[in-house]
């Protein structure tokens, strides 16, 4: 059985379509993590003079 599954995840587009989705996943918690840094909620230095 381990080997069946071993064989299937080695098929070149079953490997392609999970390194995929897994690199999307990052990509996409970085992006939701970018929204709770506060980068544009800081007001410019020079608006205060």
């Not at 059985?1 to 897994?22: C, D, N, R, S």
Request: proline share 2%; glycine share 6%.
């Amino acid at each position: 059985m381990k080997a069946k599954w071993l064989a299937f995840w080695h098929q070149p587009v079953v490997a392609f379509i999970g390194w995929t989705t897994f690199y999307f996943c990052i990509l996409m918690a970085l992006v939701y993590l970018y929204g709770y840094s506060g980068l544009n909620n800081s007001t410019f230095i020079y608006n205060e003079f």
